[in-house]
């Protein structure tokens, strides 16, 4: 039991710094913004193992997750927006097609489910890798944002189209879903 209060708490760590990062970055800290940002990404990558590990997964967790994950991603913009506009200004056509996919999933969820979606597929967990790397990359200035970018967007935006194609796959809310793949594999059988 302590581990699933210690898991979320992680996962919580996410929610509770979104403010704070905020305020960081329109002060123009970027020294601590982008190391608790890191802080955040790598929480992000040890909470999912972590529940695995210790089977202490819940509709709650996966929940918290998601949301922990979405404002992660939302803070880390904001403030690249902040700190680099120059660049948001460079590659917005991109940023926009992404949050347009972003919200044709998050639309057909709702329609669909009512709420929002906790799949964590494979895909995901890929996208959400990228999306830290680029993050990273382009806080500590390592002259591979561009590059790290355009990968993450890609891979962000197939992963948004296969959460749509889930929408419709599966007519009930599902948690922990692997992938398309596997959703078909299970259907055929």
């Known amino acids: 039991m ?15 710094a979104t403010p704070f990062l905020l305020i960081l970055a329109l ?15 790598v929480t992000d990558a040890i909470d999912g193992p972590l529940t695995r590990k210790y089977k202490v997964t819940s509709v709650f967790g996966s929940r918290l997750d998601s949301i922990a994950d979405d404002v992660t ?4 913009t904001l403030g ?4 680099y506009p120059d660049f948001i200004l460079q590659v917005w056509e991109t940023i926009a097609c992404v949050f347009l996919l972003f919200g044709i999933q998050a639309a057909a969820a709702l329609v669909a489910y009512k709420k929002v979606t906790s ?12 999306q830290a790397i680029f993050f ?15 990968a993450a967007a890609i891979i962000t ?10 929408v419709i796959l599966l007519s009930e809310w ?15 059988k």
């Open 2 to 16: 302590l581990s699933y209060f210690f898991i979320n708490g992680i996962t919580m760590y996410r929610l509770v």
């Open 27 to 41: 002060d123009d800290q970027l020294e601590w913004f982008r190391w608790l940002i890191c802080i955040s990404f």
């Open 73 to 76: 991603v939302l803070v880390a």
């Open 157 to 166: 935006g197939l992963q948004l189209i296969e959460e749509t194609i889930l």
């Open 119 to 130: 799949f964590h597929t494979y895909l995901a967990k890929i996208a959400a890798v990228a």
């Open 80 to 83: 690249l927006w902040i700190i």
């Open 174 to 188: 599902s948690a922990n879903v692997k992938g398309v793949y596997w959703v078909l594999k299970r259907k055929i």
């Open 136 to 150: 990273v990359l382009i806080f500590f200035k390592t002259g591979l944002e561009h590059k790290a970018f355009y």
